[in-house]
C-alpha cells in the first residue's frame, strides 16, 4: 500500500488490516474499535455483552441500588445492619456461580449451551420482578426471596456471557484487555444512565414502582438468548454429561493446585472480603435529617450517577494508559489507593468538610466519583487476570468458579460490615459510631497489600497457563467435534 492510499484510508477513518492479527490499526476511535470488536467476535456477541453488562447491570443495578436501599428503609423498615445483611442474602446466586458455568458448558437444552440459559434468565428477572413491585405488603422473607430470584437471574446471564468472553479471552489473546474494556465500559455508561434516572423515578413512582421497570432489563435478556450466534448440537447424548462433569471437576481442582492460580485466587478473596462493606449505614445517614445531611431522593440518584462518571473514567484510564503495566505493580497503587480514598467518608461525617468550607453535596460527589474511579482501576486488572487462569474446555465454569470466589469476599465484607454496625450501634437514627466503623474499615482495606506476593509478575498481555496445560483428549475431541462454544470466526460474520 503506498502513501497516498494510507493518507486515504486514514482520512476515511479506516487503516490497513494486519494480517498477522486481524486489527484494525485504528482501533483506538471509539467507532472502529467497536466495528471492529463486531466482525472479530460477532456482532450477537458483543450485543449480548452491551446487554448483559450495559443493560441488565449497568442500567438494571443503578435503579435497583437506590430502588431496594430506599425499599428497605421506607417500605420494609429494617435497620442498616439488617438491610446489609439481606442485600448480602441476595447475592449468595453469585457465590454459586460455578453451578450455572458447569451447567453452560456441558448440558445443553434443545441442542444449544448458551441460549437456554439467557432465556431462562430473562424468564427469572421478569417474574420476580413483577411478584415484588405488585404487592405492597409483602413479607420481608416474601421479599428477600422475590429479590434473591431476581439477582439469581442477573447471575445467570452474567455467567453465561462471561463463558463467552473467557473462550473469547483464550482464543485472541491480544484482544483480552479490549474485551473486558467493554464489559467495563458498558457497566459504567449503564451504571451512568441507570443511577441518573433512579432518584427521580423513585420520587415519581416509588421504589416499587422502579422495581416493577427492571422487567425491561431482563427482557432484553431474553431475547440475547434468542438471536445469540451458536452452533446447534443435535442429537446430544445426555450420558455425556457424567463424565463431562467428572471431568470438569477434576480439571477445576487440577487447575486450582497450580500455584499461579491459587494464589492470585487468595489474594482476590482477601482484597475483597477485608474491604468491610457499610454502604447502608452511609445511606441512612444520607438521607437523616438530623444527623446527616437529609439528601433528597433526586439527589441521592444524581449523587450515585456523578459517582458512575468516576467508574467509567477508571474504565478509560486502564484501557488507554494502565493496560501495559505488570499486574503486581498495578494492583499495589490501586489498593492503596483504595484504602487511602476511604478517609473521605471520615472526613465527611465527621463533618470536616464544613470546617473547610466544602458544602456536604459537592463533597460527597467528590468522594462517590474517586472511590468508584479507584474501584474500577483496581477491579480491572483482576478481571484480566481470572479470565487467563481459565483452563481450555471449561472457561464458563472455571471464570464462574473466579468470580464466585470474589462474590464470596463480597458476601463477607457485606455481612462483616453489617455485624460491624450491629456492634457499633448504628441504627436507623443512630450514627454516633459511624465514624469508627469509617475508621476501622479503611484500615481493613491496606491489609491485603501483605498478600501481594501471590499476584503473578508478568504483565497483563502475557500468557499465564499455556493453552494446553489442562487440555485433555476428551475435551479436544469434544470441542472439535460438536464445537460447543462460542468460537470467534471471522467467516461467522460474512
Known amino acids: 500500500m503506498d502513501v497516498e492510499e494510507s493518507v486515504q484510508l486514514k ?269 447502608e449505614g452511609m445511606f441512612y445517614w444520607y438521607t437523616d435529617p438530623k444527623a446527616g445531611p437529609s439528601f433528597s431522593q433526586e439527589t441521592i440518584g444524581f449523587m450515585f450517577s456523578v459517582g458512575s462518571t468516576g467508574s467509567l473514567l477508571g474504565v478509560l484510564l486502564y484501557q488507554n494508559v494502565l493496560k501495559d503495566y505488570p499486574f503486581r505493580n498495578l494492583l499495589f497503587w490501586s489498593q492503596l489507593l483504595f484504602g487511602v480514598s476511604g478517609m473521605l467518608d471520615l472526613i465527611l461525617v465527621l463533618r470536616l468538610n464544613l470546617k473547610l468550607g466544602i458544602p456536604d453535596y459537592f463533597f460527597v460527589v467528590i468522594d462517590e466519583s474517586v472511590s468508584q474511579m479507584i474501584g474500577r482501576i483496581k477491579w480491572m486488572p483482576l478481571l484480566v487476570l481470572s479470565a487467563k487462569l481459565c483452563p481450555t474446555g471449561i472457561e464458563g465454569t472455571f471464570f464462574a468458579l473466579l468470580m464466585s470466589i470474589d462474590n464470596a469476599g463480597m458476601l463477607t465484607s457485606s455481612w462483616g460490615g453489617g455485624l460491624l454496625l450491629h456492634i457499633l450501634k448504628v441504627t436507623r437514627t443512630e450514627f454516633n459510631n459511624l465514624w469508627v466503623a469509617i475508621l476501622i474499615r479503611t484500615i481493613m482495606r491496606i491489609l491485603p497489600l501483605t498478600l501481594l506476593y501471590l499476584v503473578p509478575r508478568s504483565d497483563q498481555h502475557s500468557t499465564i497457563l499455556a493453552t494446553d496445560m489442562f487440555k485433555t483428549k476428551d475435551v479436544t475431541e469434544t470441542l472439535e467435534a460438536e464445537n460447543i462454544e462460542l468460537f470467534s470466526l471471522v467467516e461467522n460474520t460474512q
Not at 21 to 40: D, K, Q, T
Not at 194 to 212: D, E, K, W
Open 11 to 279: 482520512n476515511e477513518g479506516l487503516e490497513e488490516k494486519k494480517p498477522a492479527e486481524g486489527l484494525w490499526v485504528s482501533r483506538w476511535a471509539p467507532l472502529n474499535w467497536f466495528r471492529m470488536l463486531c466482525e472479530e467476535m460477532h456482532w450477537s456477541f458483543v450485543f449480548g455483552v452491551v446487554v448483559v453488562y450495559g443493560i441488565s447491570q449497568g442500567m438494571g443495578g443503578g435503579l435497583a441500588r437506590v430502588a431496594v436501599d430506599y425499599y428497605w428503609k421506607d417500605v420494609q423498615m429494617v435497620q442498616p445492619s439488617e438491610a446489609q445483611v439481606y442485600n448480602g442474602i441476595t447475592s449468595i446466586p453469585w457465590i454459586v456461580k460455578p453451578l450455572w458455568g458447569l451447567l453452560t458448558d456441558v448440558l445443553p437444552v434443545a441442542g444449544y449451551r448458551r441460549r437456554p440459559y439467557l432465556i431462562l434468565a430473562g424468564l427469572l428477572g421478569v417474574i420476580s420482578m413483577l411478584v415484588l413491585s405488585l404487592h405492597s405488603e409483602l413479607l420481608v422473607v416474601f421479599a428477600l426471596l422475590s429479590l434473591t430470584v431476581g439477582s439469581a437471574g442477573v447471575a445467570i446471564a452474567d455467567v453465561t456471557i462471561d463463558a463467552c468472553v473467557a473462550q473469547n479471552s483464550i482464543n485472541h489473546p491480544s484482544l483480552a484487555e479490549d474485551m473486558q474494556s467493554l464489559c467495563g465500559l458498558s457497566s459504567s455508561i449503564g451504571a451512568l444512565l441507570g443511577f441518573s434516572i433512579s432518584g427521580v423515578l423513585v420520587h415519581l413512582i416509588g421504589p416499587q414502582g422502579v422495581v416493577g421497570l427492571l422487567c425491561v432489563p431482563a427482557a432484553l435478556v431474553f431475547f440475547v438468548g434468542t438471536v445469540l450466534n451458536e452452533p446447534h448440537v443435535p442429537n446430544f447424548t445426555y450420558k455425556q454429561v457424567y463424565p463431562k462433569l467428572l471431568e470438569a471437576n477434576q480439571t477445576m481442582w487440577t487447575t486450582l493446585k497450580c500455584p499461579d492460580v491459587w494464589g492470585p485466587c487468595l489474594y482476590m478473596y482477601f482484597s475483597l472480603a477485608l474491604s468491610l462493606n457499610i454502604h
